[in-house]
């Protein structure tokens, strides 16, 4: 028994020795230099014997007697134009496609060697909305108003800017009434909020108003400072903005005639404020019929209450206020 476990033991050291003598000249480095038809490729062994069935894995594996040329090329008998195709889909194991580009192929290489400016430039980037609001500096600040925002074609943009053309209402209404959906973002303090329309604002006049004192509701805010203004025209959404800088009056409209507009999808939202909620959406709940309250004489009103109002000429009026709950739901 032990005798025929030696001899089997024997037999296979020698086999192992047989082949070790017929290998011994052939000795493949990490690094290999190919000729292909012609054209030449540095790789590793690694990425030729990567796919174990191929015929690039079978001949580096040593199994079969392999020598280089004079120059040290292992040379391939075979049109080499598209080779690199093969080596990089055994690198990556990703196929470039037919049709690729040198800029498709130039943001692979980049984000293999993970150079963030090259992709930068060369991946387009999805437009982002309220790029040029100085009042939403924040990602988060800017993201959370497209979410809340109907899902639409094209991009936010500048319709006005207060601060350049003025802050009268019928300035507001000249660049702002009839351009569709739109978006007021206010500045107070540190506190910022606004209001979306489905909407178009137009300058009705047929308006009967009358005032009384109230206790405005503060969680928008005190001072309002900048006011911004979107539109659409066409596919084409724009953005505006109005900015003001006034005060918080105990004012309130309490009767109108042919002012107020039928809105569904408005809504206001507070993004800082100073009970220090978290940006949130406050939605149009009731009275639809009085979403909105178009007049010349002011700049941007929400709501039956009103809810929110900019006035004529806001940097210096003092009759801007909030007082949240009479169209829209009060945050809780």
Not at 147 to 154: F, H, T
Request: charged share 20%; hydrophobic share 35%.
């Amino acid at each position: 028994m032990l005798q025929r476990e030696a001899a089997r033991l024997r037999q296979e050291q020698e086999t192992i020795d047989s082949m070790s003598k017929k290998l011994e000249h052939v000795h493949f480095s990490s690094t290999i230099q190919l000729n292909v038809g012609g054209h030449r490729f540095t790789t590793s062994l690694q990425t030729l014997t990567k796919d174990p069935n191929s015929m690039l894995a079978a001949m580096f594996s040593g199994k079969f007697e392999m020598k280089p040329s004079e120059d040290g090329t292992f040379f391939i008998d075979r049109d080499g134009t598209h080779f690199r195709f093969v080596l990089n889909y055994l690198r990556t194991g990703k196929l470039t496609k037919k049709g690729a580009t040198f800029l498709d192929e130039l943001a692979e290489e980049a984000a293999f060697y993970q150079i963030q400016g090259i992709l930068d430039d060369l991946v387009p980037k999805a437009p982002q909305n309220f790029e040029e609001s100085v009042i939403l500096t924040t990602e988060d600040h800017r993201s959370a108003p497209s979410d809340w925002l109907p899902q639409q074609d094209g991009k936010w943009q500048l319709l006005m800017r207060a601060s350049q053309e003025g802050f009268q209402a019928k300035t507001f209404h000249s660049k702002c009434d009839d351009k569709g959906p739109t978006v007021t973002i206010v500045k107070s303090g540190n506190n910022i909020f606004g209001g979306f329309t489905e909407t178009s604002w137009s300058s009705n006049t047929s308006v009967s108003i009358s005032k009384k004192k109230i206790q405005p509701h503060n969680f928008l805010g005190g001072n309002v400072k900048r006011v911004m203004l979107p539109s659409e025209t066409g596919a084409l959404t724009q953005l505006g903005y109005l900015i003001a800088q006034c005060h918080v009056v105990t004012a309130c409209v309490v009767s109108c005639t042919g002012s107020y507009v039928h809105c569904s999808q408005s809504f206001l939202f507070s993004m800082m404020n100073p009970q220090g909620v978290a940006p949130s959406k406050i939605s149009l709940v009731k009275d639809q019929q009085s979403a909105i309250f178009c007049d010349r004489r002011y700049g941007p009103l929400f709501g039956g209450g009103c809810d929110l109002h900019i006035s004529n000429n806001a940097n210096t009026s003092g009759s801007s206020y909030s007082n949240l709950g009479f169209s829209y739901q009060l945050p809780t």
